[in-house]
T-cell receptor
Framework: AQSVTQLDSHVSVSEGTPVLLRCNYS??????LFWYVQHPNKGLQLLLK??????LVKGINGFEAEFKKSETSFHLTKPSAHMSDAAEYFC????????????FGTGTRLTVIP | EAGVVQSPRYKIIEKKQPVAFWCNPI?????LYWYLQNLGQGPELLIR????????DSQLPKDRFSAERLKGVDSTLKIQPAELGDSAVYLC???????????FGPGTRLLVL
C-alpha cells in the first residue's frame, strides 16, 4: 500500500528565510513522488516530481526536493521564502501501476510573515 | 492552452436535493479523474476514466453518486440526494494516457445545508 505522511500541518516562516516542508512515504514499489501546491480558490499545481531518475529534483518557483530512500523521505525546500509562496502544499505518492493512482498527504499550510 | 475547466465553482443546496458538477479536461487528455477533498484533507480519488470507460470506481459511493463521460471528453458527477456530509470540494483532473502528471481544475465547492 502507498501512503504519505506530512509531518507538519502548519509551517510559518519569515520572508527571505528558508522553507522546509517534511514528507515521509510508504510504498510497496519504487515510488513516484510529487509535491503539489494549492493556492486559495485555485487548482492544484504540480511543483515537482520524482520518478527514479536524479534524487534531487528541481521544480518551479525555486523549490526542490530530495528523495532519500534510506529515510523514506521526500522533503520540500526553498532557500528563500517569498510572500507568494503562502499556500497549502501536498506531498503525493503514485502507485506506479497502470492506474497511476495518486495518494495525497493531509497537506501543510505555509504562512510567510513579512 | 486552456487548463481543466470545472463548473460551477460554488454551489449551495439543501439536503436531499440533487446536484451535478461538470468537467472539461485538457484537450487530448484521455484519462479523467474525479476527486473529493474534505476540509483540511488531501484529495481522494472517487473515479477514474480511460476515455469513456470508468476503469476505477471502487471509491465512488454508488448509492447516491454517479458519473458519466459519454463521449470520452467532458464528464459529469452527480449526487442524488445530497447529504450534509457531502459538503466538500470536488476536483477534476486529467492526464495523457499513462503519463503520471495529473492536471487539476479549480474545483467545485459544495455546501449542503
Amino acid at each position: 500500500a502507498q501512503s504519505v505522511t506530512q509531518l507538519d500541518s502548519h509551517v510559518s516562516v519569515s520572508e527571505g528565510t528558508p522553507v522546509l516542508l517534511r514528507c515521509n512515504y510508504s510504498s510497496s514499489y519504487s515510488p513516484s513522488l510529487f509535491w503539489y501546491v494549492q493556492h486559495p480558490n485555485k487548482g492544484l499545481q504540480l511543483l515537482l516530481k520524482y520518478t527514479s531518475a536524479a534524487t534531487l529534483v528541481k521544480g518551479i518557483n525555486g523549490f526542490e526536493a530530495e528523495f532519500k530512500k534510506s529515510e523514506t523521505s521526500f522533503h520540500l525546500t526553498k532557500p528563500s521564502a517569498h510572500m507568494s509562496d503562502a499556500a497549502e502544499y501536498f506531498c503525493v505518492v503514485s502507485d506506479r501501476t497502470g492506474a497511476n493512482n495518486l495518494f495525497f498527504g493531509t497537506g501543510t499550510r505555509l504562512t510567510v510573515i513579512p | 492552452e486552456a487548463g481543466v475547466v470545472q463548473s460551477p465553482r460554488y454551489k449551495i443546496i439543501e439536503k436531499k436535493q440533487p446536484v451535478a458538477f461538470w468537467c472539461n479536461p485538457i484537450s487530448g487528455h484521455n484519462t479523467l479523474y474525479w476527486y473529493l477533498q474534505n476540509l483540511g484533507q488531501g484529495p481522494e480519488l472517487l473515479i477514474r476514466y480511460e476515455n469513456e470507460e470508468a476503469v476505477d470506481d471502487s471509491q465512488l459511493p454508488k448509492d447516491r453518486f454517479s458519473a458519466e463521460r459519454l463521449k470520452g471528453v467532458d464528464s459529469t458527477l452527480k449526487i442524488q440526494p445530497a447529504e450534509l456530509g457531502d459538503s466538500a470540494v470536488y476536483l477534476c483532473a486529467s492526464s495523457f494516457g499513462n503519463r503520471e502528471t495529473q492536471y487539476f481544475g479549480p474545483g467545485t465547492r459544495l455546501l449542503v445545508l
